[in-house]
């Protein structure tokens, strides 16, 4: 039976004044991946090694499976849930001679599950003066080092600074003993939990509350809709998380007709023995894809080896797929 876990990420403060969460990176770096990562780092911690590798060894094997969407928002004000989209997702839903490419392009996120909203007059709603603009940055502050065993001052430097309504993300996995351990491991500290995203949070940035919600899949079920385990052919499908592009995903699509955009991770990854500079390419969160076959989902993994840390890193993925009506137009990929 399917756990669901849907997060809340709230700023420290609770005076609505000051809702927003001060970030050191762009909120683009906050997706699934990242997610996935700092879930699995939290869990490590409060297991011993033995029981952290038999979990890895059952994701690894897809006998249990692990899924976190990408960030979401709400908004209290309409009480709708604005998901993250891109190009291919109004390319699929809109007729591209009604749209301007730069407009579509600045929209973030956008109330997917509202059908009412699927239309030329509310995309223009969005884009003037900005109403539904849930990040706002980057901002430059001026930050002191200081020697703290003589109290001088070693030197000037800034910081980026990027603000960030409270956004959340889902948790969903089939094994209810990692479900209690990701609860056990984000909540230790009760429902309201400290946490750090980001970097720089030795002052100050990134800090964040995580709270236990589940809003978001009830209004899921009131609309008839669901997370899938199974494709399948010819149906559109909202991609909830941003996954790799490897042999097993392109094997079942349906490229043609979906409607979809790449987005490139840059970094150091394992080849072979050694780490070697090289870019990675993964299908953006909120793309809508389309499927040759019928087929069950299955375990990606992904592991990085530091040789001179002897640090291993694993990372799995899975599709977080909501089933959607079908659209007019499917132009394919947007670059």
Known sequence: MERRIEIEVANVNHNEEYKQISLAVPFSQIDSLRLTAYLLLN??????????????????????????????????????????????????????DELEPKKIK??????????????????EKIGEGNKYKFEKGPFFRIKNMIDRTNAMSLGV???????????RFMILTDD??????????????GDDSIHFLGKRISIGFGKVRFRHDNRFYEELSKLNKQFVG????????????????????????????SSYE?????????????????????????????????????????????????KEYFLPYRPALIEMEDGGVKNGVQN
Request: glycine residues 2%; hydrophobic residues 35%.
């Open 43 to 96: 869990i490590s911690r409060t297991l011993d090694s033995t029981s952290f590798n038999k979990i890895l060894e059952r994701l690894q094997n897809n006998e249990r499976y692990l899924i976190v969407t990408s960030p979401f928002f709400f908004v209290s004000e309409t009480n709708e849930y604005w998901l993250p989209v891109n190009p291919g997702f109004f390319k699929y839903f809109f007729n591209k």
């Open 106 to 123: 600045s929209i973030k996120y956008f109330p997917v599950l509202n059908k009412e909203h699927y239309n030329k007059d509310f995309i």
């Open 157 to 167: 430097y800034t910081v980026e600074n990027y603000y960030v309504d409270p956004f």
């Open 176 to 189: 209810e003993e990692l479900s209690e351990k990701i609860k056990n491991s984000l909540f230790y500290r």
């Open 230 to 257: 199974e494709v399948k052919a010819n149906k559109p499908y909202y991609l909830f998380n941003r996954i790799p592009v490897d042999e097993e995903i392109l094997s079942h699509l349906d490229l043609e007709n």
């Open 262 to 310: 790449l987005v490139k991770i840059s970094g150091y990854f394992v080849k072979d023995v050694e780490l070697v500079g090289r870019n990675m390419f993964c299908f953006k969160e909120g793309s809508i894809l389309k499927f040759k076959d019928d087929f069950k989902l299955k375990n990606g993994v992904y592991r990085l080896s530091r040789l001179e840390s002897k």
